[in-house]
Structures are given as structure tokens and as C-alpha cells.
């Protein structure tokens, strides 16, 4: 990618142009560009990086129109509310310097220099280090295109890993697979290091003495982080981030603008009981955290199945970490059954969610043949091992 010429003024008035192109025909954008006098390259990529710009407000808002990017950078990049968020718990650590390895197109480094801190990047993508670089510019950063095994970490305060997950195009789930490779990572974990990991990482793999953070926003799982040696406060931390692309207000406020934080152990079982008047949906962030016997202490709650994380209670409380819903009817799973109860109640519309059962919602709808103007909601799921349906409607809690 032409990075200068894109960065150089005539550069800016063609991404400025591009930006206003991007929702139409593509051909006729590359024309309408290529009139200004730039070349059939420059045009391209201008109306590439317009595109990413666009496609990148959801994780940065307003910045994204100043960024450059990959798709993969785009792709792999830290959104700015988490960025922001573990930048400035990095800072009331009082880290001042950090070592950001494998940087991508810099969204972490950003946050951490706006945050105070002096940030070393380096990147294996030539590309993409010089894209991090114009990204940071102007910001207490230095990158370098080079391999994070190969840096020096004993002058640094802390250390950032956000590993590579992806082989090609696709995704990569074994931590064995990530780039820089497992064995490095782990070795970062003995120091103060933050370590960004795929939320479904296996907990089996995680070192006893590091807090394992899983964060969410707006319901959606986006990470779990590794804080390690003097940066563990806790062993799991949940984190539950509204869905905007604002800038964050603070640290665990609890304010329905900020984030959210559930703490614990991790370890503890949920009691298990009966159904009751009320069911709670977690958050995946409290689920993945091992976090729910944590939340249900808080809700007054139990599960009604070892297995399965519904969380049920007599009255219902406001809680960031779970949706709420009234259980009108309690029914052993029967399509039968299910089909004549939402006739008579004239129910046309239907939302279906399920844990614990092996159903296919799209396909149960069919089955179900919904006629009325009423709405309601159904969960499927197992109470002591048996199959039920539960049917809802969400709570309203002010
Ligand atoms: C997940 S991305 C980082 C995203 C970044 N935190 C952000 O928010 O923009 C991981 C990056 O690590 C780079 N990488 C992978 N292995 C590396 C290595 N051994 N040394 C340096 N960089 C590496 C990849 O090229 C990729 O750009």
C-alpha cells in the first residue's frame, strides 16, 4: 500500500472524496477518483481504506476516520472502549513503558500512549507495522517491524501480547496455533504482562496465578485477558461493556454508561433448586468467567440443573450481568403440548433461547405454526436432567 501517498495531503482530499463513494458503485468511485488525476492504484486503495474506515466506526467510532487498516488489522483489532479500558487499568498500576508485541495496526498502542504510557510496538507484517506507525503517530510509540521473541523485555514495566489467532484466512482456536507461539506467551506470563486471549480459551490452560478477565459488550464476548504477577488483583474477573462505540466512562462504576465487573474465585458450583417466578440469562462474559454461583449470590438465585447456566429467583433485581424474564408457565417439553398452549394464548411472534437442548429453534418455529398478535418468549433448556420449556416474557427492571 502506497501509505505516504495516502498520508500526504493531495492523499487526505482522496480519502476525503473516497469517503463519500463508498455506499455506491465501486467502478464509478474508482473513476470519480482516478478524474482527480490519481492513478488506478492510488484510486484503489484510497477507496479500500475508505471502505475499512467505514466498516471500522463500529469499533472506533469517530477515530476510524483519521486510521488506516488491513482487513485482517481491522479484523484482529482491539476496540477502543476495551482498549481504553485495559490502558487505563495499566496506568493505576503505575506502568509508565510498555513492550506491545505484535501490535497489528496499533489499536491497543494508541490506547495505551493516550493513557500516559510510553509504548515500544513491534509487528512481524512489514505492511502492517507501517500502517501501526501512521496510526500512532504524533503519540509517545515507537514500532518496529521485527519478531516479538526477539526483544529485550527487562527495561519495560509491563508486557502486551495480543497473539496472532488466525492461519490464512480462518480463525484458529488452539492456542497452539497462535502466533507469537504458546510456549512464548506462557513464558510472558511470569512477569507483569497482559495477554490477550480468544474468549473460549481453555481454562485448564490458564496459570493459577494470573487473573483471567472476560469481557463483553453489548452481550457479545470480545476477549478474555490474562493479568499476570503484580497485575492479578483477582482469579476471574467478568466485565460487561455497553454495546457503543463511546469512549468509556472510568473503572468499574457499575453506571450504565461504563462497565460493569463481577469478581470471584471461579471455582464455587451455583446451588441447585427449583424453577421459580423469575429466570436470569447470564452474560457470556459471567458464563465463561466461571462467574455464576458469583451472580447468583447477588440475585438471591439458584440453576435448576448442575449443568446449565438459567438462574432462577422468587423476585427480580436490576443486574448489568443478566437479562430477566417473568416465567409464565413451567411445561415439560412437548411440541404438542408447546403448539396448543401458544395457540390459545394467540402468539405470533416468538423468541426461542435455549441451553441444554439439543432443539433447532428455526426449525421448532415451523413446527409450531405461530398465529396471533401476541408476543412471548420460550426457553428450552433441562431442570434436574428433564427437558422443559419455559414460557416468558422479559421482565421490565427500572
Ligand atoms: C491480534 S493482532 C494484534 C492486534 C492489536 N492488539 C490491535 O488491537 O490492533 C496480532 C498481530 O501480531 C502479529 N504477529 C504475529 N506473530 C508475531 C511475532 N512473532 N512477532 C511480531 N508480531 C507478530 C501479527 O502480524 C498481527 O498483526
Redesign the pocket.
Known amino acids: 500500500m502506497s501509505l505516504t501517498e495516502l498520508r500526504s495531503p493531495a492523499g487526505s482530499a482522496l480519502l476525503t472524496l473516497a469517503a463519500g463513494l463508498v455506499d455506491g458503485d465501486q467502478l464509478k468511485a474508482v473513476e470519480a477518483l482516478r478524474a482527480t488525476g490519481a492513478g488506478a492504484e492510488l484510486a484503489g486503495e484510497a477507496l479500500t481504506q475508505a471502505t475499512l474506515r467505514a466498516k471500522a466506526v463500529a469499533k472506533f467510532g469517530p477515530d476510524a476516520g483519521q486510521m488506516f487498516f488491513t482487513r485482517?488489522?481491522l479484523e484482529?483489532?482491539?476496540r477502543l472502549t476495551v482498549?481504553d479500558r485495559r490502558a487505563a487499568r495499566l496506568a493505576a498500576a503505575g506502568v509508565r513503558t510498555i513492550a506491545?508485541?505484535?501490535?497489528?495496526?496499533?489499536?491497543?498502542?494508541r490506547a495505551f500512549a493516550r493513557a500516559g504510557i510510553t509504548v515500544y510496538a513491534?509487528?512481524?507484517?512489514p505492511g502492517?507495522a507501517e500502517i501501526?506507525a501512521a496510526n500512532t503517530a504524533g503519540l509517545p510509540v515507537t514500532v518496529e517491524h521485527?519478531?516479538?521473541?526477539?526483544v529485550d523485555l527487562t527495561a519495560f514495566d509491563a508486557v502486551?501480547c495480543?497473539?496472532?489467532?488466525?492461519a490464512g484466512n480462518r480463525r484458529v482456536f488452539d492456542p497452539r496455533s497462535?502466533?507469537?507461539?504458546w510456549d512464548?506467551i506462557e513464558s510472558l506470563t511470569r512477569r507483569p504482562a497482559v495477554i490477550?486471549l480468544g474468549p473460549g480459551i481453555d481454562h485448564a490452560l490458564l496459570p493459577g496465578t494470573a487473573e483471567a478477565e472476560w469481557v463483553s459488550v453489548g452481550g457479545e464476548v470480545v476477549e478474555a485477558a490474562l493479568w499476570c504477577d503484580r497485575l492479578a488483583e483477582v482469579p476471574r474477573r467478568a466485565t460487561v461493556l455497553p454495546g457503543d462505540t463511546g469512549r468509556s466512562s472510568g473503572r468499574g462504576d457499575g453506571t450504565p454508561g461504563g462497565a460493569a465487573q463481577l469478581t470471584g474465585g471461579g471455582t464455587r458450583e451455583a446451588e441447585v433448586g427449583p424453577t421459580r417466578a423469575f429466570v436470569y440469562d447470564p452474560d457470556g462474559a459471567v458464563i465463561r468467567s466461571h462467574l455464576v454461583a458469583e451472580l447468583a449470590d447477588t440475585l438471591g438465585a439458584n440453576i435448576a440443573d448442575p449443568t446449565i447456566a438459567y438462574l432462577y429467583a422468587d423476585e427480580v433485581r436490576a443486574t448489568r450481568f443478566a437479562r430477566a424474564y417473568r416465567i409464565d408457565l413451567v411445561l415439560p417439553f412437548s411440541l404438542k403440548r408447546l403448539r396448543s398452549t401458544l395457540r390459545e394464548r394467540g402468539v405470533g411472534r416468538l423468541t426461542i433461547k435455549k441451553r441444554g437442548s439439543a432443539l433447532e429453534p428455526e426449525s421448532l418455529r415451523k413446527q409450531l405454526r405461530l398465529d396471533g398478535p401476541n408476543e412471548a418468549t420460550v426457553i428450552l433448556t433441562r431442570v434436574a436432567g428433564a427437558p422443559v420449556t419455559l414460557l416468558c416474557q422479559p421482565a421490565d427492571v427500572s
Open positions: 485482517a488489522g484482529q483489532a482491539t482498549a506491545d508485541l505484535g501490535c497489528g495496526i496499533g489499536a491497543d498502542a513491534v509487528e512481524a507484517d502492517t501501526a521485527r519478531d516479538a521473541q526477539s502486551f495480543d497473539p496472532a489467532r488466525r497462535y502466533s507469537p507461539p512464548f490477550k
